[in-house]
């Protein structure tokens, strides 16, 4: 069974940062040293001044960072838990165009001898303390573990009927692709979801198995064989 809950997420408020194209960034193993140097021009606020801050205390800066730009009101976070319905829409070398779909939450994690949340892929033991270590220095979980999971369709029934009815809370386009985020507060449509995820079970590439309070989490029901978007939480 998995334990998915709803989280106060901390995001960028538009207002203040302008354009949300200008601060997103893709996952920080897949960032170079030039392409660091152009999200980087972007803005003084991208996401890569925390998740690949240049400064040689690395942590302690990306954490003084935040804290900087939460009490500037650069971030914001929500005042009520919720679960995010996330849409991502890209194309594939051959231009065919992909859709994947997934939510967003706070995951407990767990020993992989449960049977809940499994491996799929062999991870460095440096990767892993890198981003534990920002994780403990921040106080937030910044680059979010990415996990898919079986037959997720009818998991979010209620997320995609919500996505019909409203217009997305995010909606943002970058290098092709475009990310589209509903913020799910209905404590109902909340429960629909949490119960479509507890008889399944994940495979995730990164666990951090000392850890035992929730974290978040991305779960995708989508195509996993293409580059993960922007600004990830954890995914199952």
Known sequence: MIDLRPFRALHYDPAVVGDLADVIAPPYDVIDGAQLDRLGARSPYNVVRLILNRSEDRYAAAAAELAAWRRRGILVQERAPALYYYVQDFALADGSQRHRSGIMAAVRLEAFAAGNILPHERTFASAKADRLQLMRACRANLS??????????D????????????PSWIDV???GERHRVWRIIEPAAMASIVAGYRA??????????????PSPIAMSAGTPATPTPTHRTTSC
């Open 173 to 175: 386009t970058d290098g």
């Open 144 to 153: 979010a573990i990415f996990g898919v999971y079986p037959h997720g369709l």
């Open 155 to 166: 998991a979010l029934a209620s997320a995609r009927a919500h996505a019909d009815r409203e």
């Open 200 to 213: 399944r079970r994940c495979s995730s590439p990164t666990a951090i198995t000392a850890m035992r309070r």
